[in-house]
């Protein structure tokens, strides 16, 4: 199965645009939050992104709720929007948790969780799905401009119990684009440039 990963669009059309480009290519494409601006400009960039036509995961970043995401994706007739909640395409298993975990010091607009949310949220993944969340797991590609470590510790202890064929985030820009392996689980920031994976069946 080849996937093309994406996040934090923060309604840059162009963007948009060329991954609308980028799926012709792939099975599967998934969006790992941070399509607006807070909260603003989520239409206009899902509007863009409708064109794609293969399957599509959604999780809702920071920006945008997931009751905000449900309601604009539906004109975008191939994405799942997913939120403590999985979905099956062609036989394997996707689980998606939105919104930024832990809280961040953004205040009231952004739409965040604690990590103990987080747990609960996150507790009905199975044992090889495909992960989709907006926030990393803690020390992997959760690395601000100033160095610290930003992700959540709910995440990293499910990428620490439990084997995932693969999880993808965002979230932190300046990770955007990286990858590392926590013990056979690769875990990807996507960033907006859009990154194509192949996983095995």
């Known amino acids: 199965m080849k996937l093309l990963l994406f996040s934090d669009l923060h309604c ?3 963007a948009a645009a060329s991954l609308v480009r980028q799926a012709k290519e792939v099975d599967v494409v998934i969006g790992a939050g941070d399509f607006s601006i807070r909260h603003q400009g989520l239409e206009e960039t ?17 920006g945008e709720t997931y009751e905000e995401l449900r309601e604009a994706a539906k004109v975008w007739q191939s994405a799942r929007v997913l939120h ?7 036989g394997r298993s996707f689980w998606g948790v939105g919104g930024g975990i832990p ?3 953004f205040g009231a607009w952004s739409y965040d ?7 609960k949220l996150l507790a009905g993944c199975p044992a090889g799905a495909v992960l989709v969340v907006h926030s990393p797991p803690l020390d992997t590609v959760d690395h601000d ?19 995932l064929g693969l999880v993808v985030c965002g979230h932190i820009h300046s990770d955007w684009g990286k990858r590392v392996e926590v013990g056979s689980t690769p875990i990807i920031n996507a960033g907006p440039a ?8």
């Open 46 to 62: 899902l509007g863009v992104l409708a064109e794609i036509a293969v399957p599509a995961v959604l999780v809702p970043g920071n």
């Open 84 to 90: 403590g909640t999985g979905c099956e395409i062609q």
């Open 103 to 105: 809280e961040t010091p």
């Open 145 to 163: 401009s100033s160095g610290r470590i930003r992700g959540s510790e709910a995440i990293r202890r499910l990428v620490d119990t439990k084997p």
């Open 12 to 14: 840059d059309l162009e």
């Open 113 to 119: 969780f604690s990590e103990a949310d987080g747990t």
């Open 194 to 201: 859009g990154v194509v994976v192949e996983l095995a069946d």
